[in-house]
């Protein structure tokens, strides 16, 4: 048994070492064409999947009201991060802020950490910016703008739903270790995009 743990240990190391590329928040290159576009566009970065993810699992583990409450905070102070990025008003480590929220989030689904609601969604809603703001900084000028927005909330919440989707897995036992096991792994990545933002 333990030498098919460490083989295991030994194959996610290989994984991370191998795919930093995957770390490079926001490479999509394309323009904002529209609705599919903006669809898509969360696909695109590796920081935002584990992100989104881990909220949809986070809130399943913590269950009502949260399952839902977090899912609807996170795009709604996402649009208004994005909405900061696109007027060019400064805001302060973009890129660090968004690595800091997979570690943390990976964290919170790690420990399955429970706690005051509101500081909960104050967590989120903290961390949506970031996101947003990211997202509209990239958004071109003359497209159409407000379908790719819309386009981008619909993929973040699908993100969330597969989150939510895994996240019931904690109600068996080897669920609950498998949810902690991918709670350690978005904080390893957090790490990753932390140290390229830092370097």
Do not use: K, N
């Given at each position: 048994m333990h030498l098919k743990i460490s083989h295991y240990?030994?194959?996610?190391?290989?994984?991370?070492?191998?795919?930093p590329f995957w770390a490079e928040a926001?490479?999509?290159?394309h323009q904002a064409l529209g609705f599919t576009t903006g669809l898509g566009h969360p696909w695109s970065g590796l920081d935002h999947i584990l992100a989104m993810v881990a909220i949809g699992?986070?809130?399943?583990?913590?269950?009502?009201?949260?399952?839902w409450l977090l899912p609807v905070v996170f795009p709604m102070m996402m649009a208004f991060g994005g909405m900061l990025g696109l007027l060019g008003v400064p805001f302060p480590s973009v890129e660090a802020g968004i690595a800091i929220s997979a570690i943390v989030l990976g964290l919170m689904v790690l420990f399955e950490v429970k706690g005051n609601m509101q500081l909960i969604v104050a967590l989120v809603g903290f961390f949506a910016l970031f996101h947003g703001y990211a997202h509209g900084t990239e958004l071109p000028e003359g497209q159409s703008g407000l379908?790719?927005?819309m386009g981008f909330v619909v993929g973040?919440?699908?993100l969330h739903g597969i989150g939510i989707g895994l996240g019931l897995l904690h109600r068996f036992q080897y669920?609950?270790?498998a949810l902690r096991a991918a709670g350690s792994i978005v904080m390893l990545m957090g790490g990753v995009f932390l140290w390229q933002a830092m370097a």
């Open positions: 240990s030994y194959r996610l190391l290989l994984i991370i070492a191998l795919l926001h490479v999509d290159s699992i986070w809130g399943a583990q913590l269950g009502r009201p949260a399952v379908l790719y927005s973040t919440g699908l669920g609950r270790l």
